[in-house]
């Protein structure tokens, strides 16, 4: 009978015991921009002028009982171009699946352009042999620290901690009286007033995996609901960290210089302040505030009562609306072909365009080529009506969702830019402590907004038209994938 007993109890163990054995390992690598190499966020040839530092990435693997995935986080552009090579690389080592790859951008906007392909470049210039010889440097280092994750997961719990940030971001969506969106940058948000805030996402997050035998933190994780653009301006670029970068990097010196991750919140209309008109002071300063409210958080933490960890991915589809009437769009298409021409021209009276708000310290001609990107996007939709073609356009954007949970530690990223009515949305009615709801992760689908803004058309609510072939949204638009977030979360957390 004892014998039997002790049977039943070490079957029991064992069940109890499945999911609830985290592994953890990480790495951060870093690689150093050059001046006068191809800048990235920018829709023209720029370079990088000046180059402040060093630009961090940090991976992490994370494994419950055989099941694994992978986290990339970087300031580089590994939600888009970047993706491909990294998961070619992770699953060859790792053998992983695309699915079980997360590679998640903190979306900065002063950073390079790099080139991953060895290839070499016809007539290449001196700015795309420095791309090509950086981006050499990240694939090689990003090998480096693929190659140590496996050998180095360890046993981990995991705490938790959250502190209060509402100094450096702002919403973006400004409100005219007449109830029209509008993209509010520098010099808008200094006319609305300096106490202006609206509707953010305040909290920086910090969530540590710490040695389960020797309790000390081995990684971190941070988040912020943020753009990264204190200072960036598409036409005089720089390579900066940013935020993202010293906030992490006064995490990992408090815990005495772990690797710590960076993940970009659900930030899509929220802009960090001195966007344009910035100075690289101002820039630094945003992270060292950020930086302190991390750290509040990370003297705070709070131990996860649930073990092990969990994840899933999973298609949402973001409801498709009907395109506007023929009439409208021809209209809109003279409007923005007299828009470009006057813009080229160094026309300054060129600050609105189909619901598209500039500011002043874009050059004309630039206002102009942000316009040119919405123009196919009118021509295809009028091709829809005159070839009789409007039945055949679909319904519905399939996009692939992440989520997991590690320990009390909810974690959702999405593969766009989204607003942050979706993300409070997931954080409000998601049954664990604390959710880690992000944007800018395996793909670029571009701003999709919230159930609230489907009507609106200032660049983040209408930035459809630059996807070229895309319907505009409708219902609930990105809150639909926060409804499948919000469902497999609180299974998780049962």
């Known amino acids: 009978m ?19 054995e985290l592994k953890v390992s990480a790495s951060s690598f870093s690689i150093q ?12 040839n720029v370079l990088v002028e000046e180059v402040y530092g060093d630009l961090k990435s940090t991976i992490f693997l994370f494994e419950d009982n055989g099941k694994r995935f992978l986290l990339v986080t970087s300031p580089l552009g590994v939600d888009g171009g970047l993706r491909q090579p990294v998961v070619e690389m992770a699953g060859k080592i790792l053998n992983l699946t695309d699915e079980q ?16 392909n060895q290839t070499p470049l016809d007539n290449a210039s001196d700015a795309q042999k420095l791309s090509q010889k950086v981006g050499k440097d990240f694939m090689e280092k990003l090998e480096k620290s693929l190659l140590s994750l496996e050998k180095n997961l360890v046993l981990a719990d995991v705490e938790w901690g959250k502190a209060e940030e509402n100094r450096i971001s702002y ?27 609206g509707v953010i996402d305040p909290d920086v997050s910090v969530v540590v995996f710490k040695d389960s035998k020797t309790k000390k933190p081995i990684s971190a994780l941070t988040m912020f609901a943020c753009h990264p653009v204190v200072a960036y301006n598409p036409e005089k670029q720089f390579s900066f960290g940013q935020f993202p970068q010293i906030m992490s990097e006064k995490v990992s010196e408090y815990f005495e210089k772990i690797p710590v991750g960076f993940v970009q919140g659900t930030s899509g209309d929220i802009n960090a302040k001195f966007m344009l008109t910035g100075t690289i002071e101002q ?33 949402a589809r973001i409801p498709y609306a009907d395109l506007p009437s023929l009439p409208e769009l021809k209209a809109s298409l003279n409007e923005i072909d007299d828009f470009i021409k006057r813009g080229k021209a160094g026309d300054e009276n060129t600050l609105s365009c189909v619901g598209m708000n500039f500011p002043k310290a874009l050059t004309p001609p630039y206002r102009a080529t942000l316009i040119m990107g ?21 319904r519905n ?11 009390d530690v909810g974690f959702s990223v999405f593969p766009y830019e989204v607003f942050v009515k979706t993300g409070l949305k997931v954080k409000k009615e998601t049954n664990l402590p604390i959710v880690l709801a992000g944007g800018y992760s395996n793909a670029g689908y571009g701003y999709i907004p919230d159930e609230s803004a489907t009507d609106d058309r200032e660049y983040m609510s209408g930035y459809f038209r630059y996807r070229k072939t895309s319907p505009p949204y409708t219902g609930k638009a990105g809150d639909a994938a926060a409804d499948l977030a919000i469902k497999n979360l609180n299974h998780f957390a049962q």
């Open 397 to 407: 954007l399939p996009i692939r969702i992440f989520i997991a949970r590690f320990g």
């Open 283 to 315: 820039a630094k300063q945003a992270g060292e505030l950020l930086g302190e409210t991390a750290i509040i958080a990370a003297k705070n933490l709070i131990p996860s009562k649930r073990k092990g960890m969990e994840f899933k991915s999973e298609v």
């Open 374 to 394: 919405v123009r196919d996007w009118y021509v295809w939709a009028i091709k829809q009506h005159e070839d009789n073609k409007l039945y055949e356009l679909p």
């Open 33 to 44: 921009p050059i001046k006068g190499m191809i800048a990235g966020h920018s829709r023209v």
């Open 171 to 197: 919403n973006r969506r400004g409100v005219y009286p007449n109830g029209k969106t509008y993209f509010m940058r520098e010099e808008d948000r200094q006319l609305v007033g300096e106490g202006y805030v």
């Open 2 to 20: 004892k014998k039997i007993n002790l049977i039943l109890i070490l079957i029991f163990l064992s069940i109890s015991s499945f999911g609830q």
């Open 101 to 116: 790859i997360v590679t998640s951008s903190s979306h900065n906007h002063t950073i390079p352009y790099i080139i991953v």
